[in-house]
């Protein structure tokens, strides 16, 4: 909570002001507590140099008291009786600026309205948000601010603080925060809702896993549109509609009450919601976690190391290509364009892939209608007979899971100069395969050597020197893979093949260089459809016929794949390697994962059919562990978004308030930004930013703009104190208020800017 008897923050001031402002003699009054019934604060100087009245609270349901209102009933003793004090003739303190105006106009201004029956009316006078309020007498010593000067009563309240004084107002204010008076008159910010204005902002919270203290306000309060009015260069707003409840919290805007229940229900609310948003700290269950980040910024802050990985995708996503590079690449095919290889363009038709048997290359191409970025495989050379095969793509297409490479579209086109056929699918950038991440020589393997490698000076398979060498993988620190990831990939693979399968589909491409693998551990069958499409039988009265002999390949490839991770090597598949690279399985990694390789590769005729379904008992209790590292991620990535969704509600946020501060014109209007809602949002511009300490240094928080930030972008009903820079006004204004100041501004702008779109 603020101690605004602390002193040491204040609203911006000009540096060669400072400390002035608290000790200038300032007056403010509550007149909108009860002496024009408008809610408008003024707020003079005993200088008298111009004001601003503006509205203060907004408990008020209209612009003026109408003393014959029913609800303005019963609360004379629950008023502070400062302000009975004040109930001159008319209702107004004499001295004040507005009583000056009132009296010049000597017209029937509404608060002469108040004037005739606001004595009796005063007694009757009811607010619920005052109910609570502590009843508090001018004679009590903390309401009795020393006479004189600005310098002695201001003290109290800016700069010594008496307790007492602090606590009385404390205890008047739903929001526990401060209150504050000013100069050498008995006077308060207090609102009837108690929402004082907060001189100074909250300090910073602690780094570590806390937040900003939210203000609890129980009655929400919807911001007025405001009448102003210059006379002889002092400006006065007045509320011009009905307060209402009900728009100031997000779930009171989501239709909740404040104990988050629906409306309509009658269970009697037991707790109060803040009247803001803001992210709360990292969940007790998330602090223990291992390889958090721990930096101060990563607890208001995405990880850094979520944060760079999304950065990497995100660049690698709007990477554009060289044309300087790929000058042969074509602008534009069918619906895509800025086409990116994403491997080497094969430089003659000889270059083949491996498995397709094709030349075939692979680019990230960008929608040309949707602007969303795929990747397309094309190959080259290859003329479609038919269209018969399309009903097996189409059931590709509809084939969706988290472990696949989903299949967009087919066409054939010749903008490449042939007829090559372009398979489009998702693109999911920074994706390697398994071959380049698990076998290629460059990656460093700690010491172990492929033990079926060529290389002559590598250990060769159960020699000796091999053998020493296993033992101490196995002890740790080897490059052999651990069990767990092992698992880990084999339970996404036949995930993947068990929706492939149950669709009557095939994988046919399961092999290293055809299997993504996307962030930490995700897998991705890629290249689907291809094999369909290239070897098409358009003769076969069945084409469906061969699906499941492709099937039990599919359990075939599976099996070749986890041997070969399991021995770091594609040789390890190969038929004469195969029983020493089962026996190092054995010696490495639990008889399950033996079994499982076991059954995949058993020859066919031994056995007589296998199913993806079947390896589910193997896997067991392996699933439990996978689902809860998943669900785990899943918590921690929630709790990123959680911070960063407030984040970028922020950043929306202050789009909109750079919109509006400081526009040079608005509908050939140059006073636009200076004057009615925008002198406002200008003042809080300041009030957020611009603070300076004490002696005149930049007063820098962070934990202060994301405060006044979110309350703004809530409508708290909080009030603030907001001073301009020459320090002749000031304005004790709630969020709510300068949250409708800025709605409508921001829609002025918007209106004008559709205005020009339809003159263009
Ligand atoms: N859907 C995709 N999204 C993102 N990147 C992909 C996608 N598909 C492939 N890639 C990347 O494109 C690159 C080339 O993939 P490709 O399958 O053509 O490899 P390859 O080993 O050269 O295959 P082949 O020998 O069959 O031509 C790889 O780095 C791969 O990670």
Redesign the pocket.
Known sequence: MDNISAGVRKPAVPANSRGSYLSSGLTVSNMGTCYSGDDALLLSRNHGISNVIFPGSLAYSGNRVKPEEPSYTGCEDRMDPIFLSYSQANGVPQESKLATYMNRQNTSTPTSTVNQSLAKNLAGLSLDAVVSLKKVTPQAPEFVPAAGGGGTAGNTVAGNGSPDFLNSFTGLSSSGGPQATFGSRRSSLESPLSASPRLTPQPSPPLSNCSPTPTLDKTPITPVSTYQENVGGTTYFYPTTVAVAGAAGGGEAAGLNSSGMSSGSSVVPSVVLPSFHVYPGTPTHLASIKGKSTTPAAAFYVANEIRMETLHRNALVLAQPDPEQFPELPSEIDNYHELCP??PV?SNSMH?????GYP???Y?ATNTKTGARY?L?RVHGFRLPNTKCMFLVDMWKHLQHSNI?QLREVFTTKAFGDYSMIFV?????????L??KHFTPSEPLNGYADPFSADPTAPRPYSHQKNALLRQQHGGGSGMLPEGVIWNYIIQLTSALRVIHAAGLACRTLDP??I?L?GRSRL?L??LAISDVLTFDTTSPNPLQLIPHFQQEDLTALGKVILALACRSLMAVQRENMQTSLDLVARTYSNDLRNVIMYLLTNQQQQQHKSVTDLMPMIGARFYTQLDAIQIRSDVLENEISKEMENGRLCRLLVKLGTVNERPELNLDPTWAETGDRYMLKLFRDYLFHQVSEDGRPWLDMSHVVQCLNKLDTAAPEKICLMSRDEQSILVVSYAELKHCLEQSFEEILNAATKRDQIA
């Open positions: 994403l491997k094969p083949k892939s491996q498995l397709l075939m290359s692979t990230k990747c495989r490479v699918y998702d693109y999911h950038p920074g994706s390697e395969t071959l380049m260089t055809k993504l996307t991705r890629s290249s």
